[in-house]
T-cell receptor, first 111, second 114 residues
C-alpha cells in the first residue's frame, strides 16, 4: 500500500514567519511530488511540484525533496493570513496515472 | 477558459436512488480522474481514464461506475446510493498521467445520501 503521511496539524505560525510543512512517503518508486493548497470548501490547487533531490523555489514557496529519506517539505516564507489553508502532499510513480495524497496539514497564519 | 467543470455542485439523494455526476474539461487533457474526499481520509481515487476509450479502477471503486464519453467528458454513476457514499467528489484532469504536471481539479460536488 503506497502511503503519504502528513501531520494533520493545525500548524499555527505568526504573520511574517516561515511555515514548514512536512511529508513522508512509503513507495521508493515515487518520482514526482506535488503540493496542493486547499481552502475550506474549495478544490485543491497545485502550488508546487518537484522531481529532483534538493530545493525548488517559486516566489515565497520552496519545495525540498530528499529521496534517500523519503521526505518532502514545503516552506512558506513571509507567511500571510491568506496562506491559511490545508496543504496536501501527493506522490506519483514513474509513468503512473495516479497521485497518492496525504491527508493534509492545516496551516493557520495568525495576524 | 473554464478548466474542469463539474455538475451538480450539491445533491441530496435518498438511499437506493441513482445519479450521475458530470465532468468536462476544455484543456485538451488526455487523462481524467474521479476522487472522493472524506474527513480524516483524505483524497481517494475512485476511477480514472488514462485516455479516451479506457477506464481503470482506483483505490475505492465499489458502488461506482464511470464512462469516458469522449476526450472532454468523464462521468461517475452511483447506481444505488448508500449513506457511505456521502462525500465530496472531485473530478480532475491531466495532460497525460500524473507524473509531470499533476492534476487540475474541478470545483467539486457535495453529495449527501440520507
Amino acid at each position: 500500500q503506497k502511503e503519504v503521511e502528513q501531520n494533520s496539524g493545525p500548524l499555527s505560525v505568526p504573520e511574517g514567519a516561515i511555515a514548514s510543512l512536512n511529508c513522508t512517503y512509503s513507495d521508493r518508486g515515487s518520482q514526482s511530488f506535488f503540493w496542493y493548497r486547499q481552502y475550506s470548501g474549495k478544490s485543491p490547487e497545485l502550488i508546487m511540484f518537484i522531481y529532483s533531490n534538493g530545493d525548488k523555489e517559486d516566489g515565497r514557496f520552496t519545495a525540498q525533496l530528499n529521496k534517500a529519506s523519503q521526505y518532502v517539505s514545503l516552506l512558506i516564507r513571509d507567511s500571510q493570513p491568506s496562506d491559511s489553508a490545508t496543504y496536501l502532499c501527493a506522490a506519483s510513480g514513474a509513468g503512473s496515472y495516479q497521485l497518492t495524497f496525504g491527508k493534509g496539514t492545516k496551516l493557520s497564519v495568525i495576524p | 477558459n473554464a478548466g474542469v467543470t463539474q455538475t451538480p455542485k450539491f445533491q441530496v439523494l435518498k438511499t437506493g436512488q441513482s445519479m450521475t455526476l458530470q465532468c468536462a474539461q476544455d484543456m485538451n487533457h488526455n487523462s481524467m480522474y474521479w476522487y472522493r474526499q472524506d474527513p480524516g481520509m483524505g483524497l481517494r481515487l475512485i476511477y480514472y481514464s488514462a485516455s479516451e476509450g479506457t477506464t481503470d479502477k482506483g483505490e475505492v471503486p465499489n458502488g461506482y461506475n464511470v464512462s469516458r464519453l469522449n476526450k472532454r467528458e468523464f462521468s461517475l454513476r452511483l447506481e444505488s446510493a448508500a449513506p457511505s457514499q456521502t462525500s465530496v467528489y472531485f473530478c480532475a484532469s491531466s495532460i497525460q498521467g500524473a507524473q509531470r504536471n499533476g492534476y487540475t481539479f474541478g470545483s467539486g460536488t457535495r453529495l449527501t445520501v440520507v
